[in-house]
C-alpha cells in the first residue's frame, strides 16, 4: 500500500513543501469511497502542506487499474511534484520548477 503524503515528501528531497493543490481522484472520481473525508477535501485552491497532509494521509493500492489516490501537485523551491498514471500503475515524479539543465528522460531531471 502507497500513501500520498510519503510520496510527497520523498520526491521533495528534504526541501520545504511550500504549498498544495489536491484534486479529483483518477478517471471518473473512482475509488473516493475508500478515501476517509473525501468529499470535504478543499480541492482546486492552494493551500499549504500542514493542511493538506490530514487530507492526503491514506493508504491505497498503485497498482493497475484507475487510479486510487487523488491527484496533486506538490511545490517546493526547485520541484513541481505530481502523481502519474502510466500503463495502468500509478506513480509520484517531479519536473524541475525553473528551467535548467537537466535529462528529461531521468526522473526528477
Same mark, same amino acid.
Request: charged share 25%; glycine share 10%; aromatic share 14%.
Given at each position: 500500500?502507497?500513501?500520498?503524503?510519503?510520496?510527497? =515528501?520523498? =520526491?521533495?528531497?528534504?526541501?520545504?513543501?511550500?504549498?498544495?493543490?489536491?484534486?479529483?481522484? $483518477?478517471? *471518473?472520481?473512482?475509488?473516493?469511497?475508500? +478515501?476517509p473525508g473525501?468529499?470535504? @477535501?478543499?480541492?482546486?485552491? +492552494?493551500?499549504?502542506?500542514? =493542511?493538506?497532509? &490530514?487530507?492526503?494521509?491514506?493508504?491505497?493500492?498503485? *497498482?493497475? $487499474?484507475?487510479? &486510487?489516490?487523488?491527484?496533486?501537485?506538490?511545490?517546493?523551491?526547485?520541484?513541481?511534484?505530481?502523481?502519474? @498514471?502510466?500503463? $495502468?500503475?500509478?506513480?509520484?515524479?517531479?519536473v524541475p520548477?525553473?528551467? +535548467?539543465?537537466?535529462?528529461?528522460?531521468?526522473? $526528477?531531471?
Amino acid at each position: 500500500m502507497e500513501n500520498l503524503v510519503e510520496w510527497v =515528501e520523498m =520526491e521533495a528531497d528534504g526541501e520545504k513543501i511550500e504549498a498544495v493543490v489536491i484534486g479529483e481522484m $483518477g478517471w *471518473g472520481d473512482y475509488g473516493w469511497e475508500e +478515501v476517509p473525508g473525501y468529499k470535504e @477535501q478543499p480541492k482546486s485552491v +492552494v493551500i499549504s502542506w500542514d =493542511e493538506a497532509k &490530514k487530507w492526503l494521509s491514506y493508504e491505497f493500492s498503485d *497498482g493497475y $487499474g484507475a487510479p &486510487k489516490c487523488n491527484a496533486i501537485y506538490a511545490w517546493t523551491k526547485s520541484w513541481v511534484i505530481a502523481i502519474s @498514471q502510466y500503463d $495502468g500503475s500509478t506513480s509520484p515524479f517531479r519536473v524541475p520548477r525553473n528551467p +535548467v539543465t537537466c535529462n528529461p528522460m531521468m526522473p $526528477g531531471g
